[in-house]
């Protein structure tokens, strides 16, 4: 198992467009997380699954943001009607139920022109 | 709520000195996780070390140890002999229970560090 991988790694798209980013975690990891992280700042907590069920969602994410984990296994974040506020990194990462490690994927840079 | 601080936004070291890294931490939750990670220019995030709010000993990894004072809420990071390599910015963490909060990170704001030859 190669770690996290995310694709795509840079994506620059024109306001009002949707955007498709997706995560495969580590294999047997059941955990999955997606974080958005701006310019200068700390990564900030989205959204997560155990499995196939999205357990967790911050205010951050609005109706525009919609995230799947069909079958447990890869992640997909859909972001509608791309805004400028919307240009970020956005990470993710994955982990096993009572391990404390997390594995990050190396991100996706969103830029909204 | 969960709160993670880092008050210094950049700082420099000189090649093959320590440097520590202050971080504080805001919780009511007696079990909780405390994460240190390094984030090169190149964007992914490497894990650095980890101390567990029970832990009797503050914890090591090679160059790196956590300065962990639980009475005043700090885990600082101290890297030993810098090295050129340890220019990034530095993120630390924090995990409440993970059995009941679904183990979401909640990071601080990050310090730039710059190693100086």
């Known amino acids: 198992d190669t770690g996290v991988s995310q694709d795509p790694r840079h994506k620059i798209t024109k306001r009002g467009q949707n955007v498709t980013f997706r995560c495969d975690p580590i294999?047997?990891?059941?955990?999955l997380y997606w974080y958005r992280q701006t310019l200068g700042q700390g990564p900030e907590f989205l959204t997560y699954?155990?499995?196939?069920?999205?357990?967790?969602k911050s205010r951050l994410l609005s109706d525009r943001f919609s995230a799947e984990r069909p079958k447990g296994s890869f992640s997909t974040l859909e972001i509608q009607r791309t805004e400028q506020g919307d240009s970020a990194m956005y990470l993710c990462?994955?982990?096993?139920?009572?391990?404390?490690?997390?594995?990050f994927g190396s991100g996706t840079r969103l830029t909204v022109v | 709520a969960q709160k993670i601080t880092q008050t210094q936004p950049g700082m420099f070291v000189q090649e093959k000195e320590a440097v520590t890294l202050d971080c504080t931490y805001d919780?009511?939750?007696?079990?909780?996780?405390l994460f240190w990670y390094k984030q090169p220019s190149s964007g992914e995030m490497i894990f650095l070390i980890y101390?567990?709010?029970?832990?009797?000993q503050n914890a090591t990894e090679g160059r790196y140890s956590l300065n962990f004072q639980k009475a005043r809420k700090s885990a600082n990071l101290v890297i030993s002999a810098s090295q050129l390599g340890d220019s990034a910015m530095y993120f630390c963490?924090?995990?409440?229970?993970?059995?009941?909060?679904?183990?979401?990170?909640?990071f601080g704001q990050g310090t730039e560090l710059s190693v100086k030859p």
């Open positions: 990462a994955s982990s096993l139920t009572g391990a404390y490690g997390y594995t």
């Open positions: 294999s047997e990891h059941n955990r």
């Open positions: 699954f155990q499995n196939e069920a999205q357990l967790e």
């Open positions: 919780t009511s939750d007696p079990s909780y996780g």
């Open positions: 101390q567990g709010s029970y832990d009797q």
């Open positions: 963490a924090m995990r409440e229970d993970p059995y009941n909060q679904g183990g979401k990170l909640i």
